[in-house]
T-cell receptor
Framework: EAQVTQNPRYLITVTGKKLTVTCSQN?????MSWYRQDPGLGLRQIYY???????DKGDVPEGYKVSRKEKRNFPLILESPSPNQTSLYFC??????????FGPGTRLTVL | GNSVTQMEGPVTLSEEAFLTINCTYT??????LFWYVQYPGEGLQLLLK?????DKGSNKGFEATYRKETTSFHLEKGSVQVSDSAVYFC?????????????FGTGTRLTIIP
């Protein structure tokens, strides 16, 4: 089954404690992206990757890092989380522009 | 820059009612347009798309027509069901063979009551 998986699905952490949210896709897509979803703001892109070892900033990259060492994986790293990063995070991959497959989401709370 | 504006929600309708969710956009260039749907507790799913002016996207009884003259892509369904309750997002992408970033509207929550 074609899918994008994310882990963990839920995470409560404290300010400053480094964390990683994993994302993996089994569709051999070159393009992957991370979004955050906040009430009243819709989804905003954090980072994207056009292929292995090729990443770039989206609209709201501050406080986040990513890596793309393998085609299928695109982890999101928060080196020093802060409360304003409390959000719902989605990973997505796509084969053609705009037709993105989304993961189930990771709800992060930073205390 | 690019932006998408959706009608404010929430929208509550009775089963079998007619649905319209308005969406307008501004874009530099020629966007492709999409509607995504998010069911409770799930990620977004592509509902339908249109890639050029006057195209009509359709799926699961939903339709939307790409209107370049009014920069709109309104979502319609003739007879909604309880199972259509979800959040609907209008989105666009400018394909520049680089960042395929989707620019989303803020979403419209739809609730259908039996």
């Amino acid at each position: 089954e074609a899918q994008v998986t994310q882990n963990p699905r839920y995470l409560i952490t404290v300010t400053g404690k480094k964390l990683t949210v994993t994302c993996s896709q089994n569709m051999n897509h070159e393009y992957m992206s991370w979004y955050r979803q906040d009430p009243g703001l819709g989804l905003r892109q954090i980072y994207y990757s056009m292929n292995v070892e090729v990443t770039d900033k989206g609209d709201v990259p501050e406080g986040y890092k990513v890596s793309r060492k393998e085609k299928r994986n695109f982890p999101l790293i928060l080196e020093s989380p802060s409360p304003n990063q409390t959000s719902l995070y989605f990973c997505a991959s796509s084969l053609s522009p705009g037709e993105q497959f989304f993961g189930p989401g990771t709800r992060l709370t930073v205390l | 820059g690019n932006s998408v504006t959706q009608m404010e929600g929430p929208v509550t309708l009775s089963e079998e009612a007619f649905l319209t969710i308005n969406c307008t956009y501004t874009a530099t260039g020629y966007p492709s347009l999409f509607w995504y749907v998010q069911y409770p507790g799930e990620g977004l799913q592509l509902l339908l798309k249109a890639t050029k002016a006057d195209d009509k996207g359709s799926n699961k009884g939903f339709e939307a027509t790409y209107r370049k003259e009014t920069t709109s892509f309104h979502l319609e369904k003739g007879s909604v069901q309880v199972s259509d309750s979800a959040v609907y997002f209008c989105a666009l992408v400018i394909s520049n063979f680089g960042n395929e970033k989707l620019t989303f509207g803020t979403g419209t929550r739809l609730t259908i009551i039996p």
